[in-house]
């Protein structure tokens, strides 16, 4: 049962332009959402996270929005750079003393082109 | 840089065998996860330690099991290794449930 889904495997975007990615749950008990990237070899590393109170929260070119009533969330990145390339999870968790337990979603390969 | 470290960075075990991972976190972080990413998927998570107690469980069988020492190392053992057990496990750690902060992880091969 994949509580989590990002349905898109990939996405390749041209240097300067918007990057959205995409990420669906099911779980209603799911009170805080986060974004994780991955490089090759190395762990996920923090992008940017939201909780179930609001609905948009912005950090630089990073740009999260969540959805409830869809149960969707997206990730807007602009302008997109060639660093951006690179793994995106999105991940959930029911909060308080579960904020450790997070259910990830497949990942979307980002690739952004000069 | 997140100051999480694991090891062995890359190991081989035959099925049926034992295999111990280590994680040493950042120093006071009191929290500890463990999370198995199999090839093209996302993490999955395994358990949870807080102060050396085991405190939450994902639906991984009892041959995956866990310790945390005071010295904010950790560790993950699984016994009678089984071919689906080939994946990449990562250790996270948090203090009190804030932001996790990931190793890059442990790259097993079961054969």
């Known amino acids: 049962d994949q509580q989590v889904k990002q349905n898109s495997p990939s996405l390749s975007v041209q240097e300067g332009r918007i990057s959205i990615l995409n990420c669906d749950y099911t779980n209603s008990m799911f009170d805080y959402f986060l974004w994780y990237k991955k490089y090759p070899a190395e762990g996920p590393t923090f992008l940017i996270s939201?909780?179930?109170?609001?609905d948009k929260n912005e950090d630089g070119r990073f740009t999260v929005f969540l959805n409830k009533s869809a149960k969707h969330l997206s990730l807007h990145i602009v302008p997109s750079q060639p660093g951006d390339s690179a793994v995106y999870f999105c991940?959930?968790?029911?909060?308080?003393?579960?904020?450790?337990?997070?259910?990830f979603g497949q990942g979307t390969i980002l690739t952004v082109h000069p | 840089e997140t100051g999480v470290t694991q090891s062995p960075t890359h190991l081989i075990k035959t099925r049926g065998q034992q295999v111990t991972l280590r994680c040493s976190s950042q120093?006071?972080?009191?929290?500890v996860s463990w999370y198995q990413q199999a090839l093209g998927q996302g993490p999955q998570f395994i358990f949870q330690y807080y102060r050396e107690e085991e405190n939450g469980r994902g639906n991984f069988p009892p041959r995956f099991s866990g310790l945390q020492f005071p010295n904010y190392s950790s560790e993950l053992n699984v016994n009678a290794l089984e071919l689906d057990d080939s994946a990449l496990y990562l250790c996270?750690?948090?203090?009190?449930?804030?932001?996790?902060?990931f190793g890059e992880g442990s790259r097993l091969t079961v054969l």
């Open positions: 991940a959930a968790t029911a909060g308080g003393t579960s904020y450790g337990k997070l259910t």
């Open positions: 120093s006071g972080h009191n929290t």
């Open positions: 996270a750690s948090t203090l009190n449930y804030g932001e996790l902060f």
């Open positions: 939201i909780s179930s109170i609001k």
